[in-house]
């Protein structure tokens, strides 16, 4: 293959790529005007309020998949406090995951209070195990914060997951931890893996949970959207809530 062949195989490579971008782009924006239009009608005929905050997060959610996290923001703070209110706490957590993903100045407040409530309440399990690895993603490699998400996640995994969900999420999350061991540690054999484990306490829950906790407060500051205490001891008195 000559050096011409080479740069025209690039070349299209390339225009294919923008190709597919612009596509994808024109999809979404699409969509986003579905949406909006739905949305407009659920206000017109006055819908109840868990369908306004869906449609909301839905939007926020595209936005954000066209690069929009400002207007994105707005939309998905709106639906956190309506499912908030509802105690629709699986989806209020999904409205946090949209808002890091936003990447604006409090974004990391809404991961901290996503993970607040992925690790409290029996929420889908895969959506809390995405809310922490943003957090191994995030953290430096020298710093702690990442194994304790990463083992967080593993946890989670092992115990509300079931049949070839919790076997896929298990293996998952696993390699996910000894990547962690490896860039924290320069872990590279079981033995040392289990060393670490035991070095940083993260075969605990009631040890790495209360480390979990530390990482959230460093994530919302005193930026916290919702009264923590009341709200566990909802959740608490109806008998699935851990405490965080």
Sequence with gaps: MTAYDITRRLSDTAAD???RRGAEEAALESHLLALREEYETLK???T???RLAQAELQMARTLVGLGRGEQAWPLGRSAFDSFMVLEELESAADC???LFRAEQPRSLAALGQGIWLAVTCPIDVELAVELLNHVVDETPDDADGAAVAAT???FLADLRAQGTQRENLVFFT???LANVARRHSQVDSQGDFDQWRDRLELREP???LVRLRNVIDVLVQDDWWFDREALQ???TARGNCRRT
């Design 233 to 235: 001891a909802r959740v």
């Design 48 to 50: 109840d309020v868990s």
């Design 206 to 208: 009631d040890k790495f």
């Design 96 to 98: 946090c995951d949209v």
């Design 152 to 154: 967080t996640a593993l």
């Design 174 to 176: 696993t390699q996910v």
């Design 17 to 19: 790529s923008i190709a």
């Design 44 to 46: 017109r005929i006055g």
